[in-house]
């Protein structure tokens, strides 16, 4: 068939590789100049950031696009598991280093926190039951075909689906799991990891702690953008067609069929087209989706504010992921979903890619991805709520960091 993709994210890549290695010819349609969605990169005077995505889990998921492809996994996709998957900073002065090593981890949260090592070890195991409960359902198959619902593996979930915990929030499921107010709080963070509220969102999305804790967190050896880049040249040794700079205005509709895709007053046509544009988006510029008015009222997730710090200084004691955890988590949420606004103690997240590629920044500096949680974009006013929330993210760095690591 002659398949359209719209978008050359992570997701649009992947699919155009696996359609393409069935023989389909596939086009990809991009808005921007180059593939990676979400994930790209800037080059500014000597450092380099990546954007977007910064933690890299189940690579070997990149590595089948590669074997269902029938091409060897180049020597240029090379990755290392991390020994330390992120630090902590709490408001309180304590911090936390979070090891890959589950015992050396366990080990840190007794000895800093008082907590009782039973409970981190059930808790990574009820996270690795809900992985293996939830996987077969909504990742690996496709739920819209009976044909899938009746696997066994499937069938056996949902024989289990009351032990995901759907009932509770992450926030009361995590308090009932430790007794340190800080170990709760770090994992309540996961909840940010999709945009969600923990004091919302189902204790279901615990499973993610499975996936740093459990199965590893890694780090591609040329940084994230790496991993776009080698899709993309699997894309086209596929033979896969990229149209850079090429929005599209509508995804054409014939008897309740995709038939091919406008870019502008240009029409092309297919036999199919996917998408993996945001949603909202695909409702309500592209076609009349007969959902429409069911997407519309889902609450929309949470969003970020990013900076790109160029640092004229290295920090020894900071790592390649930092988390300065705010003082009021619950009132941060409530700004962020209530609101509509950005708390001003905000958790602020730190990527310094260049602890792990030394060529992302000049000598004795530092490239700082700087990230808190911003609200959905709903009209807010932005150059007023960048202004605030960058000179509360450089106070609460200069301060919690000269409490902690005595350096500035």
Wanted: proline share 4%; with cysteine; net charge neutral.
């Amino acid at each position: 068939m002659k398949i359209a993709v719209i978008g050359s994210g992570i997701g649009g890549l992947a699919t155009a590789c696996r359609l393409a290695s069935k023989g389909h010819e596939v086009t990809v349609f991009e808005k921007n100049d180059s593939p990676g969605g979400k994930i790209s990169e800037i080059n500014m005077e000597g450092y380099r950031f990546d954007t977007g995505p910064s933690l890299f889990t189940l690579p070997e998921l990149v590595e089948e696009l590669y074997s269902a492809a029938g091409v060897t996994v180049p020597a240029t996709f090379a990755y290392k598991k991390l020994d330390v998957l992120c630090k902590y900073f709490f408001k309180s002065g304590e911090n936390l280093i979070a090891w890959s090593d589950q015992q050396k981890f366990t080990d840190e949260c007794v000895e800093k926190l008082g907590e009782d090592p039973s409970n981190i070890t059930r808790y990574f195991k009820s996270a690795s039951l809900i992985y293996k409960i939830t996987a077969d359902i909504f990742l690996f198959n496709s739920l819209h075909k009976i044909k899938n619902l009746l696997k066994f593996s499937v069938l056996k979930s949902l024989l289990q689906v009351h032990k995901i915990r759907f009932y509770k929030t992450m926030h009361e499921d995590n308090k009932s799991s430790f007794k340190s107010p800080l170990l709760i709080q770090l994992f309540d963070r996961y909840a940010t990891y999709n945009g969600s509220n923990p004091y919302k969102a189902p204790a279901t999305l615990n499973v993610i702690a499975h996936l740093e804790n459990n199965l590893g967190a890694y780090f591609p050896e040329q940084g994230m953008y790496s991993i776009v880049k080698s899709i993309y040249d699997l894309a086209l040794k596929k033979g896969v067609c990229f149209k850079f700079n090429s929005l599209v205005t509508s995804i054409d509709i014939k008897n309740n069929k995709a038939v091919g895709v406008s870019v502008g007053d240009e029409k092309f046509a297919f036999d199919s087209v996917v998408s993996d544009s945001d949603i909202n988006y695909v409702v309500n510029n592209l076609m009349d989706h007969p959902q429409k008015k069911q997407i519309e009222r889902l609450e929309p997730s949470s969003s970020a504010l990013v900076f790109y710090w160029g640092v004229n200084k290295e920090f020894p004691e900071l790592d390649l992921h930092n988390i300065l955890f705010s003082g009021d988590y619950k009132e941060e949420f409530t700004n962020l979903f209530q609101e509509k606004t950005i708390h001003n103690d905000p958790t602020v997240y730190i990527f310094v890619s260049s602890k792990m590629v030394k060529s992302d920044a000049p000598k004795n500096c530092e490239n700082w991805f700087v990230m808190v949680n911003a609200p959905s974009n709903s009209k807010e006013n932005w150059d007023e709520l960048i202004r605030v929330t960058k000179q509360n993210i450089i106070n609460k760095s200069i301060n919690l960091l000269k409490q902690i690591l005595k350096t500035i």
